[in-house]
Each structure stands twice: as structure tokens, then as C-alpha cells.
């Protein structure tokens, strides 16, 4: 039973950084590699101050606007950068935040993490955090539900298919690109700030490249821009990610089998989608 | 003196990774995300043949340069080509997913421990108050030879000005007669060959790790951004400037004060995407298409 809570709190976290990040790349179709970038600066935005003394209300609201400040970069980037361009300048960034919070030991302790973080009165036990969890996923997944199938998701959508026929329409660019990234930064401030009293430490290496990739998969496999695809899509590839501990192979080889695995399935879903994924804009 | 010599060093390595991959993105404008990988494959495969096999060295290094081709060839019958004709930037993901395949792959066969390909030269050798072993030197020269080499063939024969047509601009070379989809298929088996080639010299003058595939794979867009994407010589260039910077960085005692980290070593690369894509995105040495 442990077990179950314990997958509902991982996969529910999960929802508000992912979904997040599939309104950029999945329905936007911008190449923003860097969420674990903004994850990075939400995370250590947070926990830094948390550490030195701050209390949880006025640390989160410091992460809350360094988090905004390096989305809004981003979003500027996407806005001046070809869309390969950004993709690669993404990693550098993201990158790059990674070798400061490594190296700036005496402020983030660097691959030592933030241990002992501290938990919310209410989020004691596993149980509490699966039953918190899902409310704060219930409640993302409607509003991004909302913002799919309202003006903004057509505007998106549109500026995805063809940017200057959209732009000829009254679409406004700049506006549609910051709210996504404002939007995807605010859902990884609020699955990290959850994720990290989970498991009672801040550590960089739940921050670095391969995090990124789980997310991709995660978009490519479930339907990019799809809410309920994407959804669908966490579930399993969760399930498989911290099922296959169970599975009778020695341990030293569990990581390398995720690893091919996770690659195949990356590679299928592509596959099936390639007419899909980044489609040809349509024309008259 | 030092530094620079250990820049020449670092910068070798960084060029022949570079200059592949600058070919491929020229001809073809796609990213490959997993070439760190494709070197690790050839030096792994070489340490295989030579340590564990017990094959001579050379006869090692040819089988590491043969699997790197078979590799890239593998690589892109699989992973690009059924992908860039639908979209440019699919290759992008799937050579994310073929990444994740060959670092498992990797684990699987050869285990995580960090391997080095055992040479027999030793002596050190001092040039102008530079210091180096025999076998860096000979790596050094390796790597020129095989650059001049791939100068000559690309400038100054007729296969040359074929693959040069199809850098500029495919449709009009395959009005030509060029066989284009041949030459990609070519040009990328070229790359995967000259990444083994880095591998190779990865794993005689350090060692292998599954970790330094990313980092080796963003040192290498770092030198095409900067060379002008899809310029072979720029690219060259800026791996061997990368790799000074990097050595100047964390060697040089700043103003008699205090020495950089060697963990910020590697975001000299980074600073150089930052920098190039923001200021100046089309490159030190950026060659225009040719309209007619």
C-alpha cells in the first residue's frame, strides 16, 4: 500500500512540471530544452534562502520571481532564436546554472545536495503528500485543460502551424510566448518545491540532462500538446520507471535496461508520430 | 607554454569530433545528439580489441575505426534518414533516443569502469618549454595528417567538389548527376569515422567514461556554432580555441589573486553557444548558399 501512495505523490508531482513543459514544446512546438534549467533555478530559488535562515513563505517567494526572471529569459530567447538555435542554447543555459549550483559550494554545498529540508505541517507521510499531490494535479490539469481549449491554446496552436499567417490574424507572439513559459516556469516551481520534501534533499542530480529526456519521452509518447495523452502517458512510463526495480535482474544492470528501454520507446514514439510531431504547416 | 601545449592536446581531440560533426550539419542541417556517444563506441570497441581481445594496437585501431563506421552508417540508415526528410529537427529527438541506446549499450558490454588504451610509448619531450609525451605528439600529428588528409580529398579531388556541390546546395547538385542521397550516406559514415578516431585518441591520452559523452557532444556544437555552422575549418578552429581558452581558464594564477575552479572548465563551451548565438549566431567563418 506504501507503494501506491507512494506512486500517486511521484506521478501527481510530476503533473504540473510536465504539463507545463508540454504547453511549451507538445503544443507550442518551441525546442525549449531547458525545464530542468528553470527546474534548477526554482529549486535551488527556493531551498537556498529556505537554508539560510528565511521562513517557507518569504523563500517561496523569492523562488517564485528568480523563477519568472529565468522563464521570461527563456521565453525571450525563443522569441529571438531559430527554433534549433534555441533548442541548443537551452542545453547551454541549463547547463551551465547546472556547473554554478556544482561549483558555488559555499552556497549550495554542490554535489554534497541541501539535505534535512523541512516538510509542510500538513505533508508528513507519504499518504498525506499522495492525497496533496492529487488535489494540486487536479486542479493544474483543469486549468491547463482550459487554457487548451480556450483562445490561448488556438493561439498557440496556430503560431505553432504557421507564425506569420498568425501573426496576419492579430495573434500576438511575444504575448502567447511569455504566458507559456511564465506558465510552464510556475509548474516547475510547483512540483519541485513538493518534490524536494519528498525525498528531504535538494541535490543536483536530480536536475541534470537525462530528467530532460524523461520529459520528452513522456510529451512524444503520450501526444504532444495533449493533455489527456501526456497524462496517460506519465502514468505508465512511471509505472515501468519504478516497477522495473521489481523485476528479478541483478541491480547493476536495472539502470542500463531502463536506459535501453526508455531509448526504444523514445525512438517508437517517434516513429509513429514523425508525420505528426513538428507538422508541415498547411496550405491553401 | 604549458597551457598551450595542453590546449593543443585537448584541441585535437575536440577538431576531430568537430569537424565530422560540421560536415554532417552542413550537408544535411540536421543535429546529432548522440555523437559523445559515437566516440565513446570507438574507443570502447578499441580497448575491447586491444586489451581484453589481445589484437595488436594498429590492427585494434583499424577494427575501432571500422565499428565507428559501421556505427554511423547503422545510425543513419535507422535514426536520421527515415526522419529529416519529414522534418529537420526529428534527428534532433531521435538521436536523443539513439543516446540513451548506445549509453546502455555501453554499460551493458563494456561496465561502467572508466577503461584507458595501454600504449607502449612513454618519454616525455620538451619543445620550447613545452612538455608532452611521445604518445601525445604522435596524437597530435595523427590528428593533423588526418585533417590535411580529409583537406586534400575535399579540395582537390572530383569527389571533393561533388560532396562540396551537395554542402552548398543538394537539389541543384542532383541536377547535376551528384549522387546526393549517396554522398549523405557518406559524409555521415565520415563523421562517425572521424568521431571513433576521437575515442580512439580519448582512450590512449585519458580515460573512457560513459560521463564525458554529453560534454564532448556540446564542446563539439560549441566549435560549429562558432566556426559558422556547417564550415569544417571554422569549426576545426574553434575547437582548438575552446580548448586553450579552457586550459587558460583554469590555469592561469587571474591577476595574482586566485585561480578559477576546474569545475567551471567545461562552461567555456557553454559561454561560447551563450555568446556566438546571441551576438553573433551566423559564426566567425560563415560561408553563404550559392543562389543562382
Not at chain 1, 523562488?63 to 533548442?87: C, K, N, Q, Y
Not at chain 2, 570502447?44 to 595488436?56: D, E, K, Q
Given at each position: ?36 534549467g528553470?527546474?534548477t ?47 541548443v542554447?537551452?542545453i547551454a543555459i541549463h547547463l551551465s546554472l547546472l556547473a554554478v549550483v556544482i561549483n558555488w ?5 554542490g554535489t ?92 543536483p542530480?536530480?536536475?541534470n540532462f ?75 | ?5 595542453n590546449g593543443?592536446?585537448a584541441g585535437?581531440l575536440a577538431?576531430?569530433i568537430a ?17 559523445g556517444?559515437?566516440v ?162 580519448l582512450?590512449?591520452?585519458q580515460?573512457?567514461s560513459?560521463t564525458i559523452a554529453f560534454p564532448l557532444t556540446i564542446k563539439a556544437y560549441a566549435a560549429?556554432i562558432a ?12 575547437a582548438?580555441l575552446i580548448a586553450i581558452l579552457e586550459q587558460l581558464l583554469v590555469g ?8 578559477v575552479s576546474a569545475g567551471y572548465q567545461s562552461t567555456v563551451a557553454l559561454l561560447f553557444i551563450i555568446v ?17
Amino acid at each position: 500500500m506504501q507503494f501506491f501512495w507512494h506512486i500517486v505523490a511521484m506521478i501527481c508531482m510530476s503533473i504540473p512540471n510536465i504539463l507545463g513543459f508540454n504547453l511549451i514544446f507538445g503544443k507550442g512546438k518551441i525546442f525549449h530544452f531547458g525545464p530542468i534549467g528553470v527546474s534548477t533555478v526554482a529549486t535551488y530559488g527556493v531551498f537556498v534562502p529556505l537554508m539560510h535562515g528565511f521562513s517557507y513563505p518569504s523563500a517561496i517567494a523569492i523562488g517564485f520571481v528568480l523563477t519568472m526572471i529565468i522563464s521570461l529569459l527563456f521565453a525571450w530567447l525563443a522569441l529571438r532564436l531559430e527554433p534549433d538555435a534555441f533548442g541548443v542554447m537551452a542545453i547551454a543555459i541549463h547547463l551551465s546554472l547546472l556547473a554554478v549550483v556544482i561549483n558555488w559550494i559555499s552556497l549550495t554545498r554542490g554535489t554534497r545536495g541541501l539535505p534535512d529540508i523541512p516538510r509542510f505541517f500538513f505533508l508528513q507521510t507519504t499518504q498525506s503528500f499522495a492525497l496533496f499531490t492529487f488535489i494540486i494535479a487536479l486542479l493544474w490539469i483543469l486549468f491547463l485543460f482550459v487554457l487548451h481549449r480556450g483562445s490561448f491554446g488556438r493561439s498557440l496552436d496556430a503560431l505553432a502551424e504557421q507564425l506569420w499567417y498568425a501573426g496576419s490574424l492579430g495573434i500576438d507572439r511575444r504575448w502567447v510566448t511569455v504566458i507559456a513559459f511564465l506558465i510552464g516556469g510556475l509548474g516547475a516551481l510547483i512540483t519541485n518545491v513538493i518534490y524536494c520534501q519528498y525525498v528531504f534533499l535538494v541535490h543536483p542530480s536530480d536536475l541534470n540532462f537525462p530528467v530532460f529526456i524523461f520529459f520528452v519521452m513522456v510529451v512524444v509518447a503520450g501526444k504532444p500538446g495533449s493533455v489527456p495523452g501526456v497524462l496517460c502517458s506519465l502514468i505508465l512510463l512511471t509505472l515501468l520507471r519504478e516497477g522495473m526495480r521489481f523485476l528479478p535482474i541483478p541491480s547493476e544492470f536495472i539502470g542500463s535496461l531502463r536506459l535501453l528501454l526508455f531509448g526504444l520507446i523514445l525512438f517508437v514514439a517517434v516513429w509513429v508520430r514523425r508525420d505528426t510531431l513538428f507538422p508541415k504547416a498547411r496550405s491553401v | 607554454m604549458q597551457l598551450l601545449m595542453n590546449g593543443l592536446i585537448a584541441g585535437s581531440l575536440a577538431a576531430l569530433i568537430a569537424g565530422g560533426l560540421a560536415l554532417v550539419y552542413g550537408v544535411l542541417g540536421v543535429f546529432n545528439l548522440a555523437l559523445g556517444q559515437m566516440v565513446l563506441v570507438g574507443g570502447y570497441a578499441t580497448w575491447w580489441f586491444h586489451v581484453p581481445l589481445g589484437l595488436p594496437l594498429s590492427a585494434s585501431i583499424v577494427l575501432g575505426l571500422l565499428m565507428g563506421a559501421a556505427l554511423s552508417w547503422a545510425s543513419f540508415e535507422l535514426f536520421v534518414n527515415p526522419f529529416y526528410k519529414h522534418h529537420r529537427f526529428l534527428p534532433l529527438v531521435t538521436t536523443i533516443a539513439l543516446s540513451m541506446i548506445l549509453d546502455a549499450a555501453i554499460l551493458l558490454l563494456w561496465s561502467e569502469r572508466p577503461r584507458s588504451i595501454p600504449t607502449t610509448g612513454g618519454g616525455m619531450i620538451s619543445i620550447v618549454g613545452m612538455q608532452a609525451t611521445f604518445t601525445q605528439l604522435t596524437l597530435i600529428m595523427c590528428t593533423l595528417l588526418l585533417l590535411c588528409g580529409f583537406a586534400c580529398l575535399f579540395h582537390s579531388t572530383p569527389f571533393g567538389r561533388k560532396l562540396r556541390a551537395v554542402v552548398q546546395n543538394p537539389l541543384a547538385a542532383m541536377s547535376l548527376g551528384v549522387p546526393a542521397p549517396l554522398l549523405h550516406r557518406i559524409v555521415f559514415i565520415m563523421s562517425g569515422v572521424f568521431a571513433a578516431a576521437g575515442g580512439i585518441f580519448l582512450g590512449i591520452d585519458q580515460t573512457l567514461s560513459t560521463t564525458i559523452a554529453f560534454p564532448l557532444t556540446i564542446k563539439a556544437y560549441a566549435a560549429i556554432i562558432a566556426g559558422g555552422k556547417g564550415n569544417i575549418w571554422g569549426a576545426v578552429l574553434c575547437a582548438y580555441l575552446i580548448a586553450i581558452l579552457e586550459q587558460l581558464l583554469v590555469g592561469v594564477h587571474w591577476f595574482g589573486t586566485f585561480y578559477v575552479s576546474a569545475g567551471y572548465q567545461s562552461t567555456v563551451a557553454l559561454l561560447f553557444i551563450i555568446v556566438f548565438l546571441l551576438w553573433k549566431p551566423q559564426g566567425l567563418f560563415a560561408t553563404s548558399q550559392r543562389l543562382a
